[in-house]
Structures are given as structure tokens and as C-alpha cells.
């Protein structure tokens, strides 16, 4: 598939289409931004009193950074996503409304207000483009995105930034007595189905990384940064595969593993659970058992492994948590595996040719050269097409 015929699915009116769209303009604004978090993370690791290395003055600059450089750049890029320049100024000048009128990261609030008034900014200038007389366009174009950028900062101030509030205060009561109860794990029956729709991004940088930030300001760490990018569940998929899998899919696992928990990128194993919907069940379970031996053991990371590699989850991964993070892990990937393995029958019946059928629509990206190859010799192009396809949609 082309990435014309990519765009145009992406464009569907269909419920999943939505979805998957507002999941990538969410992953538009805060992965050019990752950079940010990750030093965010290692000044938190380090230098906050339960640190590696405390420094209290050098702890100064947490608060700062998770309060005001991040959402400002989230943004910021918002708006750039718009309208360019013009609009990523303006995304910044609003978010600062939301940035002051709460005590809380405005992550929400800046996705909502950047591209907002970028796209407010967009129109206006389309209205005043031929009206404008010469000489005086950039005297127009100056005044007419600074006085946006103060009303869009009121509007932000008094309306947007507590209403944000409230419902970020309420989704976190709402966490916090799943983990009093011992519910967290239950989160999983709609995380994992949603991640292999590739709606990870919406749900990892929409709900749970705000959530994880706000609780990792106040004690340290966070157990929401392990409940969508714990590359257990993955994994042990991925081994059920290559021990139990389709015998034309074996040779694919090892590639797609080292691509999974090295590299990070989980989108790798989407497909394969795609070809087999039970598979699911495996994902529901491990991500379940991993999220439970978090809790059960105080679990949690300084900040967002991005992307989710085991590499990215030792960078974040507190002082004296390492065990409990790696138990963690381990633990979701023996049970994806335990339970992916039952599903595909231990490999008995598995015949040479049987490669399951998986259609386009069940695969957002996919090069239209590999869909040929996989049409002529599935055999050969069944790993390629994989890693091709998930690297292209997680960049």
C-alpha cells in the first residue's frame, strides 16, 4: 500500500479511523518532544532526594520542566502541526495560559490549545491574505497573532486549564482507586485490544503518561508508565510464534523480538496478533500479570520509556526498583507466552503452507512492493513486510 493509499485510509470516516487518526496528531506533538521527556527523566533519577545521585539544588529543575518547558513544547508543536511558524508562536502563548491557571502538568491542555488556536490563526489569515494593503503585512500579521495569542492565553487561563484540571483530578481518583482496590490490572482488558489496533500512541501520550506524570511529581515513580510500553506481552507472544507458530512465520519471530524489546518499537508484533485474533487473550493476560506484579511489588518508573525497549525502561527505572521493573517484565512475558502457546495447540496441526490470511484493512501500512512479495513468496517476505511496516508507523 502506498503511502497516497496509507493517507486515505487514515482520512476513513469509520469510527477507527477517528481514533487512530487523533492517535497519531497525539503522537505528532509529543514524539518530536521525546527528547525533552528523557532529560526530564534522568534530572528526576537522578537528582531528586530518592534519586542516584540527590542534589537539591539540582532537583530545582524538575518542577520547572514538567510544569512549563513540556507542555509549552507540546505546544508549541501543536500549533506547528497547523500552521507552521506562525501557528507554533501562537500554540506557545496560549499554553502558557493553561500552564498558569493550574498547579498540575498541562499536558491535555496544551494538545488541546496549541493546534486550536493555530488553526483559529490558519483562518484569519486566510480571511485577511488579499485584504491587506502592501507595505503593511507584516504590521497586520505581527498584531493579529499576538492579540490571538492573549486572548487564546485568557481563554486557556480561565476556562480550558480548569476544566482540564478537573477532569485529569477526576481520571486520577479514578486510577488511584483502581490501585487501592487492586483493579489495575483489569485496565489491561482495554489497553491491549486497543494497542494492536495501533491506538497505542493515544493511549500511552493521551491518558496514562498525564496521569503517570502527575504521580511521579509527587512520589518519584509511576506505575501507569509500565501499563502500555511493557514490551512483556510482546515478547512472549512473539516466542509462542517462533516455538508454536505457523511453520512459514517461525523464521520471522527471532527479527521481530530483537526489533520488540531492543529496539522498542512494539507495533512489530501488532500483525502477528492480527493474524490470529485469540491471540488477544495472550496479550490481555500478560499485560494483566505484569501491571499485577508491578503493584504487588512497588513497581514504577520516573518517566515514559520511549519508545519501549528494555534499554529505554533501565534509563528510567528508579534506584532500587530494578529488580521489581525486570520481575515485571519477566513475569508478562511468561504468561503471554503460557497462554499464546495453549492458543496456537504447542504447534500440532501447523502444516508447511499455512500462512493466515491478513487484509489490508487489518494492516494501516504496508509497502504496495511487499504486498506483492508476500502474494508471490510469502515465505521470504513475511518478516520484511513486518518490519517495514512498523517502523514506518512508528516514525
Known sequence: MTAVADKKHLEGEGFRARIQRGGGYLAGMIMPNIAAFIAWGLITAMFIPTGWIPNERLAELVGPIITVLLPVLIGYTGGRLVHGQRGAVVGAVATMGVVVGTDIPMFLGAMIIGPATAYVL????????????????????????????????????????????????????????????????????????????????????????????????????????????????????????FFFGPRLLRLSAPGAIVIHFLGGIHEIYFPYVLMKPKLILAAIAGGAAGVGTAVVTGAGLVSTPSPGSIFAYAAVTPRGGFISVLLSIIVAAAVSFAVASLLLGFGRGEKAEEVPPVSEEALPVQASSATHATTSTPASASAPATVHRTTTAEA
Open 122 to 241: 490558519k483562518q484569519i489569515d486566510g480571511f485577511i491574505q488579499d485584504r491587506v494593503k502592501i507595505g503593511f503585512e507584516m504590521l497586520v500579521d505581527n498584531f493579529t497573532a499576538g492579540i490571538l495569542g492573549v486572548l487564546a492565553a485568557l481563554v486557556g487561563l480561565l476556562g480550558i486549564g480548569p476544566i482540564v484540571e478537573g477532569l485529569t483530578k477526576a481520571a486520577g481518583n479514578g486510577v488511584d482507586f483502581l490501585v487501592d482496590t487492586g483493579f489495575l490490572p483489569l485496565v489491561s482488558v482495554l489497553v491491549e485490544p486497543a494497542k494492536v489496533l495501533f491506538l497505542n500512541n493515544a493511549i500511552n501520550f493521551g491518558v496514562l503518561s498525564p496521569l503517570g506524570v502527575a504521580e511521579a511529581t509527587e512520589t518519584g515513580k509511576s506505575v501507569l508508565f509500565m501499563v502500555e510500553t511493557n514490551p512483556g506481552p510482546g515478547l512472549g507472544i512473539l516466542l509462542a510464534y
